[in-house]
């Protein structure tokens, strides 16, 4: 069933797509590669090889890895053409002239660690690399090159690649701590990561308003931790280290490392507010924290307790996570508390030092320390440069270039991500609904960044690993991040894959065209413009707050998360909205209560529905308590955005 539907699916875009589809045959035969990222080398040879019931994988059975190489091909090319591809790791059973085979080539040097060679002919494809991993992305770009001929053949036009990527770290930031994502979210992740050539998922796993890991030795962090109140709600969630070791091992199969992220000292309130022991004397028990920014509440560097608490903590997340790195944090952390903490004070007396920013310092070695005695090396953001790191640890740079050029100076390696071309949380054209922090991150700024610049010396270039986008998710809760990610994503992963020298904007955008029919064939739904569904005039507003309507019937197109954005751009004065509300036929059926006052830092105009029962003949009304802020001049406009529910991926 699941494999008719994909091919009337299939057959629906070849249909509304043939012009499109000539085109693409058509750039193909010029030599164009629509493929994103981009192979660092690339030739167009004449004609196809045709994928067909009886065409046969062969899998080196030099190791498990390579073995299920030739099953996760075979899988992925029944999802899309519907046949069940023989598998076989034995030589003998190769046709002559209908099979794909992988080959590992131990000798070959230019490939790397990575890298593969592809050759496709009308007879055969190879695909051969030194690693497992460089099979793997061969595998990915046969991926992309298929598709199906006016006859209804499923092929592969002839080629010749050779590819290895630019940067050996190629990441994705996911913060599950500010909205909890679901452990199949994470995994649909996965596969787009490595469908992007990408092999790094850092998991941001604690922060101010969630606990998200379960620690055995601290069950309150997740009885406790894990959970905060929103508009009366208890949100939140975790993950069980079965649900994480299943992650990492879908992960590992992908050739996808994960790292995970404990915050510290800040961004702690979570942890706090679970263990109170373990936070500064003298400072006010706190609650789990329903508000984004920056928040004063640090683990406590004076008491013994601390650092035995976060020993433990890490002890068990070492047992969960086999990576080589573990990252702990380190921005944002502000000093207040210290500053006052008896506790603290004790300590930076003891140490001879005079000021907080070398407590941290402090912290962070102590932390180093246990870290490198489990034998993993520390990853930190670009603040723990402040207080002095051994040249050992990471650091991730964030605020700019600068924690990059500093950190590599000392000798420390680098991953790049500076928030103005790597942070997917800010919006890509709509200054519209974004936070007072955030700036206007488009395609083509991503598409120009570069994790390694020029003003770098030689040596300093060579400690940059690579980079790291993020999706932050103060305010992209799970449906929306899709739309925050694509096709920003694709951007990003020919940033840290191609060379300088192969990438071009123009060729890039072009690629793109077919590659969004790609992204829609495996269900993602990438940024969509905000849809106007309504205004109000001066004087329209009184200063009490009142209910108004709008009927906003178009709009609604279908089952899903809505996103409602005022946009109060006119006048003296501003607005006041206490709830909006969804109906559908005159019932209620969706309300968001939360106050919005424009003009006020940290208020946030969006407001969000799910339609879970879509009626396509139903009249859809929007109901808001508003008023004037102040007065009534103001003038402005609403607007909606549908964010799809996330499916499974289709495979292509
Ligand atoms: C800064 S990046 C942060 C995060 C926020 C992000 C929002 C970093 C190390 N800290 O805590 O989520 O900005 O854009």
């Not at 193909?28 to 590669?33: N, R, S, V």
Request: net charge negative; proline share 4%.
């Amino acid at each position: 069933m699941r494999t008719i539907i994909l091919c009337i699916v299939v057959l629906l875009f070849m249909g509304v797509d043939s012009k499109q589809g000539s085109n693409r045959l058509h750039a193909d035969q010029t030599g164009a590669c629509e493929m994103v990222p981009k192979p660092q080398s690339f030739l167009h040879r004449e004609g196809h090889f045709i994928i067909g019931s009886t065409t046969v994988i062969y899998s080196p059975s030099d190791s498990d890895d390579t073995v299920e190489l030739g099953a996760y091909l075979a899988e992925h090319l029944r999802t899309s053409t519907g046949y069940t591809l023989k598998v076989t790791s034995n030589p003998i059973e190769i046709p002559l002239n209908d099979a794909i085979i992988l080959s590992l080539k131990t000798q070959s040097e230019t490939l790397g660690n990575e890298g593969y060679r592809m050759k496709i002919r009308s007879k055969t494809v190879g695909i051969a690399a030194s690693t497992s991993a460089g099979l793997f992305y061969g595998i990915q770009s046969l991926r992309q090159a298929l598709k199906r001929d006016d006859d209804g053949n499923w092929t592969v036009p002839c080629m010749d690649i050779e590819d290895k990527p630019s940067y050996e770290w190629r990441g994705l930031l996911m913060d599950s701590a500010r909205h909890f994502m679901t452990t199949d979210f994470i995994k649909r992740y996965i596969d787009l990561l490595a469908y992007h050539k990408m092999n790094t998922l850092h998991l941001h796993l604690t922060d101010d308003q969630g606990w998200r890991i379960d620690i055995k030795r601290y069950p309150l962090l997740t009885e406790v931790g894990a959970w905060r109140n929103e508009g009366g709600k208890r949100y939140g969630g975790f993950y069980t280290k079965e649900e994480l070791k299943d992650i990492i091992e879908y992960a590992a199969s992908r050739y996808i490392t994960v790292i995970p992220e404990i915050e510290m000292p800040g961004h702690a309130t979570a942890a706090v507010a679970a263990y109170p022991e373990i936070f500064c004397a003298g400072a006010d028990t706190v609650a789990v924290e329903t508000t984004w920014g920056i928040h004063k509440n640090l683990f406590c560097a004076g008491k013994e307790k601390t650092f035995e608490f976060l020993e433990n903590v890490l002890d068990e997340v070492c047992d969960v996570f086999p990576s080589q790195y573990i990252h702990i944090g380190g921005d944002e952390a502000k000093k207040d508390h210290w500053e006052k903490c008896p506790d603290c004070q004790k300590r930076m007396q003891e140490l001879g030092i005079e000021d907080e920013g070398m407590l941290q310092g402090y912290f962070n070695k102590r932390i180093e320390k246990f870290l490198a005695s489990r034998g993993r090396r520390t990853i930190g953001w670009d603040e723990i440069l402040e207080g002095g790191m051994t040249s050992e640890a990471i650091v991730q740079s964030w605020r700019g270039m600068e924690g990059a050029d500093e950190g590599s100076k000392l000798g420390m390696s680098v991953i790049s991500s500076p928030h103005d071309y790597t942070y997917f949380d800010y919006p890509m054209h709509s200054i519209r609904s974004k936070a007072f922090w955030m700036i206007t991150l488009p395609l083509e700024r991503v598409y120009s960044f570069n994790p390694a610049p020029d003003e770098l010396t030689p040596e300093q270039r060579a400690l940059i690993l690579g980079s790291e986008c993020t999706i932050w998710s103060e305010y992209a809760p799970q449906p929306e991040v899709d739309q925050q990610v694509f096709p920003r994503l694709c951007a990003f992963a020919e940033v840290v894959w191609t060379r300088d020298e192969v990438r071009n904007w123009d060729d890039f955008t072009n690629r793109m065209t077919t590659h969004f029919t790609r992204l829609e064939y495996l269900g993602v739904d990438y940024y969509k413009p905000d849809v106007q569904c309504g205004d109000w005039a001066p004087g329209s507003l009184s200063e009490t707050p009142g209910v108004i309507e709008w009927d906003i019937t178009g709009v609604i197109t279908g089952e899903g998360h809505y996103r409602l954005t005022f946009d109060a751009d006119e006048g003296e004065h501003g607005i006041h909205v206490d709830w909006v509300a969804l109906s559908q036929n005159g019932i209620e059926i969706s309300r968001d209560t939360h106050l919005f006052e424009s003009g006020k830092e940290n208020m946030f105009q969006t407001y969000r529905f799910d339609v879970d029962n879509y009626q396509e003949n139903a009249v859809y009304t929007l109901r808001a308590s508003m008023g004037g802020h102040g007065g009534t001049d103001t003038k402005g406009s609403l607007w909606i955005k549908r964010f799809k529910v996330a499916e499974p991926l289709d495979s292509l």
